[in-house]
């Protein structure tokens, strides 16, 4: 079975799932005033069901297919910025007016991980904006920026494992573009089921923000929500 077949199968019960939700929530309003409790109750448990059972099967089936999505380019807006200094301030107000709270981080370098800022947004969820800035983004760098993200997140939470969902924006400035670059915003994102992120690239070089796209796939309501929140943060809308 080829991956555009495999793509077509997660697609449908991804669809599915979103049916069976709809139902789901649905169902005691529409047959409550036709039928008795008793039916109804035994309608929405089997809904339920089958529901999860669905959606058990897609991330079963995304995960042990390995599907990898195909690279999309980012959408490009005017960047307002010239250095870093001027990102990183409007960030630090912007946040602080939005009640974020700045993380201390384990160590300060030239380049990399410059400032994290925290907010919880409901039980067991916190909204996060990671900052970095590197000269020219390299694989390396980039893997290490992933680990400096997360250990500032367990030492947040004072433990090393992280249970509650999470939704990141993932701002990396350079002042040159990079093949390393190029593929952080043009990937298709992929998002899984406790962390919801959006990738960021600002590029003082050619004065523009890329913000990486996401189309279909697991998380995908999520990823419309955090766009609308990133731009309306940024002031770019």
Known sequence: MNDKTKEKIVKISIVTTGVFIALFLLIPFILTPIIGDDEMFHIWTINLIITFS?????????????????????EKVASPFDNFDSVSGYIKKAAESDRYVQQPLLSSTDEG????????????????????????????????????????????????????????????CVDRITPTFNGFVNSNIEQTLKL??????????????????????????QYKKLRKRFLKFMQLR
Request: proline share 2%; hydrophobic share 45%.
């Open 54 to 74: 669905v959606g058990f099967i897609m991330i079963i089936l995304n995960n042990v297919w390995g599907i990898k999505l195909k690279p999309v380019d980012a």
């Open 113 to 172: 991980l410059k400032s994290i800022y925290i907010k919880g947004s409901g039980l067991w969820k916190e909204d996060c904006i990671a900052l970095l800035y590197f000269t020219e983004l390299t694989d390396d760098s980039l893997e290490k920026s992933y680990e400096a993200i997360y250990k500032a997140f367990q030492a947040y939470y004072g433990r090393k494992r992280i249970t509650d969902n999470i939704a990141i924006f993932i701002i990396i």
């Open 196 to 221: 919801f992120k959006l990738p960021v690239g600002i590029c003082f070089e050619d004065k523009l923000i890329y913000i990486a796209k996401q189309k279909d796939a697991e998380g995908i309501c």
